[in-house]
């Protein structure tokens, strides 16, 4: 498994970082977000360090397909029964903050804002 020292999400990996586990096993981890941007916001991440979405290739598609299959069963565990969003940003300009790629399940709201406000 490929770690990256400097990467807080290999951190939390490893269990240098504490985090609050929804899910684990040998492949991924999932956790709250520590600045939740709705009622409930979840990371789910590849416990192998992979930058971005955006660097993904064929050897990723397992961990990718597994990641898929989780979020669903995570938010019904999380009572987003009625709806949820999931969302990867894939680089600075996207507005990936962390470098390791990971999916955001956030939900719990009456409603979720749009999806894409436009700049002023």
Do not use: W, Y
Not at 4 to 30: H, N
Request: proline letters at 5%.
């Amino acid at each position: 498994m490929t770690i990256d020292e400097t990467c807080v999400f290999c951190k939390i990996v490893k269990g240098d970082v504490p985090s609050r586990k929804v899910f684990e096993d040998e492949s991924l981890l999932a956790f709250h977000d520590v600045h939740p941007q709705a009622l409930i916001h979840i990371l789910i991440i590849p416990k192998a360090h992979v930058a971005s979405l955006a660097e993904v290739s064929d050897a990723h598609q397992s961990v990718l397909g597994r990641m898929m299959v989780l979020i669903p069963r995570i938010a019904q565990e999380q009572g987003l029964g009625k709806g949820f969003r999931v969302i990867s940003n894939a680089g600075a300009i996207a507005g990936q903050e962390v470098f390791h790629l990971h999916m955001h399940l956030v939900g719990g709201d009456a409603s979720l804002p749009p999806m894409l406000q436009r700049g002023l």
